[in-house]
């Protein structure tokens, strides 16, 4: 294999292509503009413990479970897990729709990059930063890239007044088409969604929307 070849194919594999998409800047009142930031820029995210009770650590073993062939390391796995526990729930958002969203965002890949230059796991524009945080806020960072695309999503959600659907076509730039959204639901009821002693792989209907106009 020819150097030049195997250098790009490095490459490839240190920065991973993403789910095509792009949020767009929208237009918000100062007030809105001034709860994301301080949204975005609260208190880190420490141990919850709604996930040290017995509901959570049962919840957070068996999302382990159905996460271990993606990250394969546990200490990784269970502080990405508790990460987006706490950063959805602070958002008022379902855990389990946050990982639907980055398995079809990202993979569950760190450093993923989209051909539109959306960033980590949950695929955030770098225009955000300058909008709603600091030019020093690194979206590839696990808490940072959560907090910031959880808290975009319940903007949108908020947007499009309890929406799911829109809101998820904003969050990928695609408003008024059905394929993104139907993706990540089919993700999130497929993989992710979870009732306390139910295995993986019950869900066997997901339904399908068609969204019409913008």
Not at 83 to 88: D, K, L, M, P, S
Request: hydrophobic fraction near 40%.
């Amino acid at each position: 294999m020819k150097i030049s070849t195997l250098l790009i194919s490095m490459a490839a594999l240190l920065v991973t292509t993403a789910q095509a998409g792009q949020q767009l800047y929208e237009p918000m009142s100062a007030s809105v503009r001034a709860a994301l930031s301080k949204a975005v820029s609260d208190t880190p995210v420490t141990q919850s413990s709604v996930l040290n009770d017995s509901t959570g650590q049962a919840w957070l073993a068996e999302m382990s479970r159905r996460l271990a062939k993606r990250l394969p390391d546990e200490d990784q796995r269970n502080d990405f897990l508790k990460t987006v526990y706490y950063e959805a729930t602070r958002a008022g958002l379902d855990p389990e729709l946050v990982l639907g969203l980055i398995e079809v965002e990202s993979g569950f890949k760190k450093y993923a990059v989209s051909s539109v230059a959306a960033r980590g796991y949950m695929q955030v524009m770098p225009f955000w930063t300058q909008t709603i945080g600091s030019p020093e806020h690194d979206l590839f960072h696990l808490r940072t890239n959560l907090r910031y695309g959880c808290n975009i999503l319940r903007l949108y959600i908020d947007m499009e007044h309890g929406d799911l659907y829109r809101a998820l076509g904003r969050y990928n730039g695609s408003l008024g088409k059905p394929e993104y959204p139907n993706m990540v639901l089919a993700a999130w009821k497929k993989h992710w969604d979870y009732t306390p002693g139910e295995q993986v792989g019950q869900h066997t209907t997901v339904q399908t929307v068609k969204v019409a106009g913008n």
